[in-house]
Each structure stands twice: as C-alpha cells, then as structure tokens.
C-alpha cells in the first residue's frame, strides 16, 4: 500500500480519525510536483459499508481486460463540519490514466499518485444550486485493487443533492461511468454519470 496527503493547501485544518505517521517524500522525487507527505488516513466505521459496496459493484463482472466494466466509484459521506470525498477506480485502470498522460512513472511512485490525484481533480465537478464548489485534494493511496483518491468539500450537510459532472476516464473508455453515493443526515443518494453527461438524482 502506499499513500500520499498534499497538505499544502489544506495547512491549519485539524483531522481527528487521520493520524499521521513519519514518512516524508523527499524534494528530490517531486521536483515537478506539489510538496507531499505520507500520511495514513482512518476513515469513519459509517464508510466501510460504502467500500465493500464499491468492491463488489465493480468485481461484479469478470476480472479480465477485455471484460471488465470501466468506471469510478465516487462516495461522498458527511464528517462533523465537511463532506469526504473517496474516489475508487481499478489498478489497471489507473495505469492506463498514466498511460495516456504520456508519463514514464510507477503508479506506486510518489509521482505517479500525484499525477492521478490531479487527473482526478481536473475531470471531476460539483456544483450546489449552479455554483461551482470547491473541492480541496487531499491525496491518494493504492490498497488491493484499488486506486483511492480523497478530496473534501466544505459544504453544508443540509444541501440540495449536488449537480456533478465527471469525465473520469472517458479519455480511455467513452462508454466509462462514474457511481456517485452521498451520504448525510436525512440524505442517502446513489445516481451514476457518464457518457460525457452531468448528471444529478432524480
């Protein structure tokens, strides 16, 4: 497993359930990217239901290349005062992202995971009564199968469902789908987008 937290834009924020540990990336590694600290993330017991939903939703078909559904399954859980974004997409997936970016990199590089947390960041909007929302980046990990990449938002937890427009490896696979899950108090929401369309819960 390896995890990566780009702090710099998120210094001052206190995160209970987010413990740090001592593995710093050198300057070296990141010449071209923003300053990164390795940071293991614990996440509320309310997400584990919401993880296990991802796996099975995205293993539900075949394994293989030439089979397997191509797609990115966002949750979006409310946490004391801001929402956690998770964004979940396939190993093999994600090395085709790297592909594509035309980068020579390891996906369990330093690099290479802050490269697909900005792919993530670029392809991937929200929007709350028309206003665009911002989001902050966190950073990203790979465990098992999986690619995760975290964002926050601070919005509040009685919202309208938000309005989001995701083109996560449609530049790779037109016919990709992005699995959006929400969940706040008296709001629980699951829609997909895809196919270059914005999408919001009916």
Do not use: C
């Amino acid at each position: 497993m390896k995890l990566l937290t780009l702090g710099a834009s998120n210094a001052g924020k206190a995160r209970k359930k987010r413990p740090q540990k001592s593995n710093t990336v050198g300057d070296s590694a990141l010449s071209q990217e923003p300053s990164i600290t390795g940071v293991r993330l614990a996440y509320p017991a309310v997400q584990l239901l919401g993880w296990a939903v991802a796996v099975l939703f995205l293993l539900s078909v075949p394994v293989t290349e030439a089979h397997r559904e191509h797609g990115v399954w966002t949750e979006l859980v409310w946490s004391e005062d801001r929402f956690e974004i998770t964004h979940h997409m396939h190993l093999q997936d994600a090395e085709r992202v790297l592909e594509r970016l035309g980068v020579d990199m390891s996906l369990d590089s330093p690099e290479g995971l802050a490269r697909l947390a900005l792919y993530v960041e670029d392809r991937f909007l929200l929007s709350e009564r028309g206003i665009i929302a911002r989001l902050d980046l966190i950073g990203a990990e790979t465990e098992g199968d999986f690619l995760y990449v975290f964002q926050e938002w601070q919005g509040s937890r009685r919202i309208d469902i938000p309005q989001i427009e995701s083109t996560l490896l449609e530049d790779i696979y037109p016919d990709a789908v992005t699995w959006i899950r929400i969940e706040a108090p008296e709001l629980n929401q699951t829609w997909s987008v895809g196919q270059r369309n914005s999408s919001n819960s009916e």
